[in-house]
């Protein structure tokens, strides 16, 4: 049978870490992993399209390509999401909450991306509430008319279990990115060394714009990676396909 979890209360500690820190630790690496169900690996945010048309050839224009992605692109606007939907729940602010959700949903360059973040935000707010419930979680959710994307609904699954939220905000930027590189691997083709190379490169880039992510406010938001978004675009007629974006 499974059991819903309620808040974690700081008297719930792990050998070695303080307070609620290995419940918040344990579910964030469950709600981030490649394991969780939220159907990522079938999506590759345009890169299947920059791929074929020669944008992306090798480990190291993958890795330009990513760190704008990251820094100029819809890497920084989800953090900035997450950011905001994830206060608006700690403050009890509904309309806040309502406000972000339907700005984020309506953020996205195109069908397909559309497609992703909410098909992705759709499947973690219903795994979270199937087998991680918790008091507020509902109400939150209640909140948001327009389809939750993928960073609002993580935003508001983490607040709603009140785990602090820079690692959050670095978790989820880290499982972007880890989808990112997988779908490269598979692209490119890269090795699994060349992959843990970017992976480990893209980490000063990660804490980067996690931090002006925490700092943004909503007028901050903004990308220039019109490459990327136009690979989003043609990728709906892109004659062979892998993935769905």
Not at 84 to 91: I, N, T
Not at 199 to 210: C, D, H, K
Request: proline share 4%.
């Amino acid at each position: 049978m499974l059991m819903t979890t309620n808040r974690p209360e700081p008297a719930e500690a792990g050998i070695g870490l303080a307070g609620g820190e290995a419940a918040a630790l344990y579910r964030l690496m469950t709600w981030l992993s490649p394991a969780f169900p939220v159907g990522a690996f079938s999506y590759s945010g345009g890169l299947e399209w920059a791929v074929e048309a020669g944008d992306i050839v090798d480990a190291a224009s993958f890795g330009d390509w990513l760190t704008a992605m990251l820094a100029d692109g819809s890497g920084f606007c989800d953090g900035v999401f997450l950011c905001h939907a994830y206060r608006a729940v700690e403050a009890g602010e509904d309309r806040t909450l309502h406000d972000v959700a339907e700005l984020a949903a309506a953020f996205v360059p195109s069908r397909e991306r559309q497609l992703e973040t909410s098909t992705q935000g759709r499947a973690f707010i219903e795994t979270a509430r199937a087998a991680w419930s918790c008091d507020g979680l509902d109400q939150a959710i209640a909140c948001c008319e327009a389809p939750i994307v993928y960073p609002v609904a993580v935003g508001i699954v983490g607040a709603a279990h009140a785990i602090p939220l820079a690692p959050t905000l670095h978790a989820f930027l880290h499982a972007v990115v880890s989808n990112w590189i997988s779908a490269g691997s598979r692209l490119i083709p890269l090795g699994q060394t060349d992959c843990q190379r970017l992976l480990a490169m893209l980490e000063p880039v990660v804490a980067a714009t996690a931090d002006r992510a925490l700092a943004a406010t909503l007028d901050d938001l903004g990308s220039a990676t019109f490459r990327a978004d136009l690979a989003s675009l043609r990728h709906e007629t892109q004659y062979t396909r892998l993935f769905r974006s």
